[in-house]
């Protein structure tokens, strides 16, 4: 259903993985997310000097929301982006018992994982990172925004499912959004496995690196019950209404 759309939203770079644009996606009651807003992302630390001048120009890079941990960027850092221009803005999606991470908490073990439970804790212990990055999204003048975590998928599909929901993107609309990771799945685990923080990766499309879309289905129908849809808990957690007119106003474009 959302084929043509995806296709147009992806953007490649030579280094970065697992990139696309959240536009083109439908809102209830018409209309569509707006391109050329925000984007997410796999870690971008292996960046070229041609990635960042895309990053730059064409996708229009203003903010990049980082949501590792602090131990995760003192390891991995942010390669040339560390000396552009772009705004850095470290906002962690951690469980509530996390405080930091070793390698061994950042790549879970078994070939079984609970993902729905992974999100529910996720969102609960990164509510402060959550509604600041809506609020960063909400503004004009921090666009574009990039917000990435290592793979892209869990934190970084939460964080999507979340704004998305909020702005009236149906559930399955924000799934198969979050399924599109999967096409990329065999490149980013070859990167991260390389890296310090995610060595020992399981195989792509097991534990951690499942993709199903009915785990977002799932987690945001948990939401939903619980708060109405992800912007009653945005609204719950101190977005104001006023802040939440500025998401819809800048993520969606009208028919």
Known sequence: MYTDSAQRRWVEFAEIDNVRDLGGLPVSGGGTTRFGVAFRASTPQHLTEDDLGRLIGPVGLHTLIDLRLPDEIEREGYGLLAGSDVRLVNLPVRKRTQTDATPADLVPDGREYDLVALYRELLAGSIESVVTAARVIADAAQHSVVFHCAAGKDRTGLL????????????????????????????????????????????????????????????????????????????????????????????????
Do not use: Q
């Not at 195989?203 to 785990?215: E, H, M, N």
């Not at 945005?234 to 977005?239: D, I, K, S, T």
């Open 160 to 255: 999507a499912a979340v704004l998305l929901d909020a702005v009236g993107v149906p559930s399955d609309a924000i799934a198969a959004d979050y399924a599109l990771t999967g096409e990329r799945l065999e490149r980013i685990r070859e990167r991260l496995d390389t890296l310090p923080s995610y060595h020992g990766l399981p195989p792509v499309r097991t534990g951690i690196l499942a993709v199903d879309p009915d785990v977002i289905i799932r987690f945001l129908a948990e939401l939903h019950a619980t708060h109405g849809s992800a912007a009653g808990w945005l609204r719950a957690n101190g977005l104001t209404e006023t802040e939440l007119a500025c998401l819809r106003a800048v993520l969606v474009e009208a028919p």
